[in-house]
């Protein structure tokens, strides 16, 4: 029984109105910190960084390509460990993050082949070739486009999720494959510039912009989850009094600003 | 068909279909142990099958790149390190294409082992360097090695 | 610091690869401009759906309210149940 009353923080923590209302306090700032963030990465990465000797001007798209890829990587983490969380503890915003993370990851896997194969025409000669590591990302698309589709799948809510989490929980199988593609097999992708164990193979100068893009898309990544859990919050929690009451507050006040300007 | 019968059978098509391209492209990967490409000792070695559509990478040979002067022919040596394989191609090489470059060369290997390519893909490095730094990087070695030949 | 570039036309040139790099550019931020955009919008129109939802409630049980009350009077046959619309609103609640 004592661990069962030890673990009533947690609970806390999942309340969907808990997340509801702290979030909303601090959308503003985050909106203003990734804006700023992305907007220096861009302009940084676009205009200041120097070209690089080989591939001249066209290496610029790393500044997108690479953190789209990253966060479509942690993004299928954070999806498939919400996921877990959900089946385990059958914690309600666990599975509404576990949702809304999908959309967002499948956008970001689809910003990374798309900017990859726009750069392959200049650096490799082609657009797109099977190797492996393209090929394993292709299959990460196709795990975001499957719980997707999972999520509408069910007339349930609850078995929508759970179906929901345990293909995202058998995907993740292929997370490491992606990570590894490039040394396990020969293949036309490069291996990473970005090394946990040594040094990045790339001179600071073209390397400062790219962390500032890397870090402007981990926040862009938690602003849109945060924005999207929100909506999902209110879509399946609408006939309780807290969003009924929330609803009527905001209709007011639009009503009045409306009304204002009208006037 | 009742409307949610009917939905929930396009989704098991869709699930079906999209279940057996992603187990089709885990296969497709993994033909060959997942290699895009054979390496030149395995090709001269026998181990890469002959008269087969394949594709060889390599580092392109300091000075083995032999241009036609009337047509877009070329041929260059790849290597591994271990063995070089001899390719043929007729087209618009990559921009990256260089000497001392890795490069992939597709096509099929004829029986004088010469690899007659119908694409040429130029692989590159993770190495990313601005111009002036690589300029001077290649100033030092060039510098380097005058040094060691003076010294000889 | 100074930009890489010695002039905007160059910028945009990116030594001939300009078509690649703003192509590419240019689809991520249409793709995460709408992956920002697009929840922002939907926020606003939930709560306006959750807002007619609940007014439409009350105004039902208003109504039922009256119609007791009218019934009550002896005369029940005025009242129009032209409010009592509206069957798929439970089907989308549960959703």
Do not use: C
Not at chain 2, 115 to 143: C, F, G, R, W
């Amino acid at each position: 029984m004592n661990l069962f009353s030890d673990w009533t923080w947690f609970h806390r923590l999942g309340s969907p109105r808990w997340f509801y209302q702290n979030s909303g306090r601090w959308l503003p700032w985050l909106s203003v910190v990734t804006l700023v963030v992305l907007a220096t990465g861009l302009v940084w990465g676009l205009a200041f960084a120097p070209a690089d000797a080989k591939q001249g001007n066209s290496f610029r798209i790393i500044y997108i390509h690479v953190p789209a890829s990253f966060l479509a990587l942690a993004g299928y983490y954070i999806m498939a460990i919400a996921g877990a969380v959900g089946l385990i503890w059958k914690m309600k915003l666990s599975y509404m993050v576990m949702k809304s993370a999908a959309p967002i990851g499948a956008v970001l896997t689809f910003i990374a082949l798309f900017t990859g194969a726009v750069w392959g025409k200049p650096t490799w000669g082609t657009y797109w070739v099977w190797d492996a590591r393209i090929t394993s990302m292709l299959i990460l698309l196709f795990l975001y486009a499957g719980v997707m589709a999972l999520q509408y799948a069910y007339h349930s809510v609850d078995a929508a999720s759970k179906a929901g989490a345990i293909l995202a929980l058998v995907g993740t199988v292929n997370i490491p494959i992606i990570y590894k593609s490039v040394d396990w097999w020969y293949t036309l992708h490069q291996p990473a510039t970005i090394k946990l164990t040594s040094a990045p193979s790339m001179h600071p100068d073209m390397f400062q912009p790219l962390l500032v893009m890397i870090a402007g898309f981990y926040l862009f990544y938690a602003l849109v989850l945060i924005l999207q859990t929100r909506n999902e919050i209110l879509r399946r929690e609408r006939n309780t009094s807290w969003v009924r009451e929330l609803a009527a507050a905001k209709m007011t006040t639009n009503t009045i600003a409306n009304e204002a300007k009208s006037e | 068909m009742h409307p949610l019968r009917k939905q929930r059978l396009q989704l098991v098509i869709l699930l079906v279909v999209a279940t057996s391209l992603v187990v089709g492209l885990v296969l497709y990967m993994l033909r060959e142990n997942g290699n895009f490409f054979y390496t030149p000792a395995e090709i001269i070695g026998g181990e890469a099958p002959r008269d087969v559509y394949l594709r060889a990478g390599g580092m392109v040979v300091d000075g083995s790149l032999q241009r036609a002067e009337d047509s877009l022919w070329v041929q260059f040596k790849v290597t591994d390190g271990i063995e070089t394989l001899t390719v043929e191609y007729s087209g618009i090489l990559p921009d990256l294409f260089a000497e001392g470059e890795a490069a992939i060369a597709s096509g099929i290997v004829d029986d004088n082992l010469v690899l007659q390519a119908s694409e040429i893909l130029a692989k590159h490095d993770e190495n990313y360097t601005p111009p002036e730094v690589a300029d001077a990087m290649n100033e030092a070695y060039k510098q380097k090695q005058e040094n060691k030949e003076g010294s000889l | 610091m100074t930009m890489y570039f010695a002039n905007f036309d160059q910028l945009i040139a990116m030594g001939g690869h300009g078509v690649y790099v703003w192509s590419a550019f240019a689809v991520t931020v249409a793709a995460m401009l709408w992956l920002a955009v697009a929840p922002v919008i939907k926020h606003r129109a939930l709560l306006n759906d959750i807002q007619r939802d609940s007014q439409r409630n009350r105004q039902r049980q208003r109504d039922s309210q009256r119609q007791d009350q009218n019934q009550q009077a002896g005369q029940s046959a005025a009242v129009s149940n032209a409010t009592t619309d509206s069957p798929s609103n439970q089907s989308e609640e549960d959703f």
